[in-house]
């Protein structure tokens, strides 16, 4: 672990990897030092906001020090259910690719729970993901140049939602009616890091 000043009002935390992340997070979350206003996890990093008013960054830097990170990497935020139509156009190579058929992928997908380890790419897209998933699956050779909004996806390790339009590489399972990011909601993103989700298969209601 190295902790780094980040500007003046943020420490941020260097991890080996995601778990380290996802443990030093999710012990952060329920046990915040004094003054620290806002943790937003990365891929390898944490970064630490507090509120220079009441504590300063060395005090916050030997806090996050001497936090003992939890041990499981299992979320215990609010469980977000997301209905999905598994339809998508790479489910059947994303299926060969892991060696299961179509109705393989799509039961382990929608049977374990997912975690949101961190949001980027694009407002509201949440990175998922598991202790249950057993595969790390290639992104496309040739990216789309437009992914449509709703399109549940799979890529490395991570599953996610595309919460608009965009271009993306992941490979789509499906689809889902439900928006991950609407500004007209409070709060706009539905999937935040350390919420739990479960894909709720349509095709099996």
């Known amino acids: ?6 500007g003046t009002t943020s420490v941020l935390v260097e991890l080996d990897d995601l778990d380290e992340v996802l443990a030093l997070y999710a012990a952060l979350v329920e046990d915040p030092p004094p003054g620290v206003v806002d943790l937003v996890p990365a891929a390898r990093t944490v970064l630490v906001m507090a509120d220079p008013s009441v504590t300063s960054l060395d005090t916050v830097a030997e806090a996050v020090r001497r936090t003992t990170p939890r041990g499981d990497r299992r979320a215990v935020g609010e469980l977000v259910e997301i209905p999905v139509t598994y339809d998508g156009e790479d489910l059947e190579e994303a299926a060969r690719l892991v060696g299961v058929d179509a109705a393989g992928l799509v039961r ?19 990175y998922l993901t598991s202790p249950d998933w057993p595969w790390d699956l290639p992104r496309r050779s040739s990216p789309r140049t437009k992914v449509p909004p709703g399109s549940v996806a799979l890529a490395g390790e991570f599953t996610g ?45």
Do not use: K
């Open 108 to 126: 382990r997908h929608s049977e374990i729970e997912w975690s949101v380890a961190f949001c980027g790419f694009a407002p509201g897209f949440g």
């Open 1 to 6: 672990m190295r902790v780094l000043p980040s």
């Open 161 to 205: 939602v595309y919460p608009r339009e965009s271009p993306g590489g992941w490979q789509l399972l499906g689809r889902t009616e439900v928006a991950v990011f609407d500004l007209a909601r409070d709060p706009a993103a539905l999937l935040v890091p350390g919420n739990r989700v479960r894909f709720i298969d349509e095709g099996r209601a």
